[in-house]
């Protein structure tokens, strides 16, 4: 069952075709790669499934029609995407970075806040040590009192990653999760990536890191120039000349 | 000695007045902008809304307590308002349509006389307890409602701020794009700041029309806003303490200044004076900005983190 498809997306900046009639089918429960040189329209395809950018085409996630929803309402519906330059909250702690995700919080609510008082204490205490938990996996929880802006960029992008965890979300969609982070971690987040995955987590991921990106997915979906230039198993894509043409510039 | 204290002793408690209404005035506008990022240069508005909704209703035979929760909730209404159309948008139409509203409650108030009594403006209304308190005590037993107040108001924002719902608006302030992508609705929860703040700057309008017991649209002039600003700025932006002090700081200013003629010779008129006065502040603010950018209460590490 595909948990999201996208038929058709355009987005046009002016000249520029970023998107030009895209298509992607991804299953429920699978991890699927994008690749394609810079420029290709991987981070806009991004933006117009998260809601960021409106383009025209159909997008149905979990059987849903989102291609006119607010990214509030699709963050909802349990879509969470990374964004390429991470947001780190500057002037907030890293653990409040962690504890803002979780959605639904009682305390959200500013009547809760008035009225139960205790329900919200209770609720904040489990919130944090869920995210103590995840920032420990990501290593980063002796950080975990710093202002997120007085990070470095790849602890910024483990933020950034262990943020969108924090939801539990159903769909997640990463954009270059492993530039800037050590060989050894990005191992060990590939290795939770596919935990998450047996739990049922369905992941999109954009990544130039081609071995790293091969490696975990069960699908590839070459982009270049706007369009989904060719799809296929790892070892099918790898073996691909046009592919190698288009990353290597005829190199390969 | 008690000569002395006698002659100094009304003199503080006008100042604390002063600052406990403006303390709670610039909380509201800390929230929106201090917490929330929203820019409202139009504060001022909301601040005649409460003070212009309580006295009319309670002039016209409306128990006191029902006109102040009246006034405050107009106030509030107001903000809801307002916010409809701009919060969605970028960040500067707010400061564009606040500025403006600002100036139509304003226009409002001096020439719809029927609801207003415009240019001579309201006196005559009922103050809290009249009757209960002796006159020449009233205005200690204000200050000591106002302080409480003052109070009230600052340790519900506290943890208001302090909770998952002020997270999320410091998020909003810090970049909005994070909480929309983690599923908070942004546009209501500016909305709420906006609201609040709002009726709070109301509730701060009330204090000052019961204080001065005769409002006017002069009262309401757009320089009021910014008053709110400056107590912000100095204190501290995004602390509610230092908002709190710096309320003091600035009406402790004001009243210095007006006295000082006395003291030592100032070759100016006393309506030059006034213009002097500004004239000083702006240069105070401009070396806090050199000195202390961060304010009273702000912190120093903030302002070096990058995005
Ligand atoms: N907001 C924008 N305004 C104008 N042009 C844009 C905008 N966003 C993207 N583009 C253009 O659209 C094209 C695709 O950009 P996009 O960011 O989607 O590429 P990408 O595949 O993510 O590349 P990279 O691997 O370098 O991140 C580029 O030519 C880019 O210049
Ligand atoms: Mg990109």
Redesign the interface.
Known sequence: MNILTARNLKKHFGGVKAVDGCSIDIESGTIVGLIGPNGAGKTTMFNLI?G?ERGSGEITFKGQRTDNL????I??CGM??T?QIP??????SVL?NL???P?M??????WN??LRRKK?LEQ?QTIKEKSMGILEFFEIDDLRDE?A??LSGGQKKLLEMA?AIA?DPSLMLLDEPFSGVNPTLSRKISGHIDELREGGMTFLIIEHDIPAVTKISDRIVVMNEGRVMTEGKPEEIKRRKDVLDVYLGGEG | MTELLGAILPYITTILLFASIYAVFALGLNLEWGFTGLINFGHVAFFAIGAYTTVLLNISGCPLIISVIAGVALAGFFGFLLGIPTLRLREDYLAIVTIGFSEVVRSILLNEEWLTRGPFGVHGFDRPFQDAVPYQHYNTFLLILFVAILAIVYFALERLIQSPWGRVLKSIREDETVPSALGKNVFSYKLQSLIIGSAIAGLAGTMLAFYITYINPCTFKPIETFYAWIIVILGGTASNKGTIVGAIILWAFFSGTKFIDRIVPVPFESHQMGAFRMIVIGLLLMLLMMYKPEGIFGRKEELALSD
């Open positions: 998260s960021f607010s990214p509030f309402k963050a909802r969470v995407r964004f947001r780190a909250l500057t002037k907030m409040e504890m803002l995700a959605t919080q009682r305390g959200e609510r500013i806040v008035c919200v904040e202002y802006g007085a943020r939801i």
